[in-house]
């Protein structure tokens, strides 16, 4: 076997503590805030928390042209130094591969989706890879394309992991291509996981999924000299009290303005004076004025579903503030999760509400894991939502595991990140 100068990271999409504790080799970690996807691969790739590189979220407000926009991929979103600088800076060489906010980063390989919007409907799938000619060298050794659909959807499911992992070990035994450092993601976990709820057979058969994919790719590492790092992103809790709808009360509360199209309430954020930008157990409330935010804080106050109303201070005293952070940011209570609409019915749905269309709503939607009525557009019915994330809450770590010989134990997915450092910092 080669020696051991590479190391990969694996981030597994909702391996949360709760489905792998009783297996030997993997140990718990504190998540950090929020727990979801993009500010958790912010925060490892910069070791910093969500107020010190400013991905608040997976979906960010731009005020300046006031729209909000979830699942830019720039990486320029990302700020801050970044783990593997003086590495590469050492003549090493980093990849990242179905990693959020890749494109553009300042490192040696890149396979991220990337597909083409066309202008009359529809899309042309792709992925940007870098080196360019990567994507071609991948779909050969594997036989076909990536297929968004299995990615995102009703029809995601464990197909994209299969063409990942299939990718990931390519690269590791690629002479031309394999970096020392490759960041790579798992993402089909999660699906099953909001659909049925983590104490599903449908969970379990997900996860069963996983563990394979991992004894693959830990025996590849091993052959190609590579030591591992396997972590999750974030836990996934059982959905017991059901969607909250922040907009409709803001908009109950003469707040969240909408305008008419055709009978249909669309948002309007020119007007707004509040405006919720839902992300699962955590919404970032943005207002006009002063006076707007004690109106939207009394309006969400007691509101059912939420727990926790953070203004600027609050965010400050948790490492939560930031330039793109909202005015208020709610949290979930346990077991719930917040749904964007504010609308109440289909009739003044926008067109885009029943559809995948993670560019156009102004918040997430896991309703578009599911097809809805009539045929080609996707459910309105947020009662199918089984599991949600946690948020980071007490008793919802995520799970970790690696090949390296660590000198602490990471309690955090920030002791993850620094860990990730000082083994890149220890290679000559």
């Not at 974030?234 to 909250?244: C, N």
């Not at 109440?344 to 309703?367: L, Q, S, W």
Request: net charge negative; with cysteine; hydrophobic share 40%.
């Amino acid at each position: 076997m080669p020696e051991k100068r590479k190391l990969l990271v694996v981030d597994v999409a909702a391996l949360g503590w709760n489905l792998v504790s009783h297996l030997a080799g993997f140990r718990p970690a504190q998540a950090i805030f929020p727990a979801v996807t993009c500010p958790v691969q912010a925060s490892f790739r910069t070791a910093l928390p969500t107020g010190g590189h400013g991905l608040v979220a997976n979906g960010l407000f731009f005020p300046d042209v006031r729209k909000v926009l979830f699942w830019e991929q720039s990486s320029r979103l990302v700020e801050g130094p970044r783990i593997w600088e003086q590495f590469r800076a050492r003549g090493k060489k980093v990849g990242m591969m179905f990693w959020q906010q890749s494109l553009g980063e300042a490192v040696d390989l890149v396979v991220s989706p990337w597909p083409v919007h066309k202008h009359g409907g529809g899309l042309m799938q792709s992925c940007h890879t870098q080196p360019a000619v990567l994507e071609e060298r991948l779909n050969e050794h594997i036989g076909r394309p990536f297929n968004l659909m299995n990615y995102w959807g009703p029809l995601a499911n464990h197909k994209s992991s299969d063409w990942i992992v299939d990718a990931i070990c390519a690269v590791m035994e690629m002479p031309d291509f394999a970096p020392d450092l490759l960041l790579t993601y798992i993402p089909h976990l999660d699906y099953d996981l909001q659909r049925h709820g983590p104490d599903s057979p449908e969970a379990d058969k997900a996860l069963d999924l996983v563990l394979g994919y991992l004894a693959r790719i830990e025996a590849k590492a091993e052959e190609c000299g590579y030591d591992w790092l396997v972590f999750g992103d974030y836990a996934i809790e059982p959905v017991t009290g059901g969607a909250v709808f922040p907009n409709r009360r803001l908009r109950e509360a003469g707040l969240f303005a909408t305008r008419d199209v055709r009978g249909m309430a669309y948002p309007d954020f020119y007007s707004a004076r509040a405006f919720a930008v839902s992300d699962h157990g955590v919404a970032h409330v943005y207002c006009r004025d002063a006076e707007s935010v004690q109106a939207a804080r009394a309006a969400l106050t007691g509101m059912p579903g939420i727990a926790q109303i953070f203004g600027k201070e609050e965010q400050a005293a948790r490492g939560l503030a930031h330039r793109r952070s909202g005015d208020l940011i709610i949290v979930a209570e346990e077991g719930a999760w917040f749904a964007y609409p504010w609308f109440t019915g289909r009739t003044e749905a926008p067109d885009f509400a029943g559809h995948v269309d993670i560019h156009n709503k102004p918040g997430y939607d896991p309703c578009e894991l599911y097809f809805g009525w009539p045929p080609g557009t996707v459910s309105f019915n947020t009662d199918k939502i089984h599991g949600t994330h946690a948020s980071n809450r007490a008793g919802m770590e995520i799970a970790w595991a690696s090949s390296l010989k660590l000198s602490t134990v990471p309690v955090t997915q920030l002791d993850l990140a620094r860990a990730t450092q000082e083994w890149m910092n220890a290679q000559a």
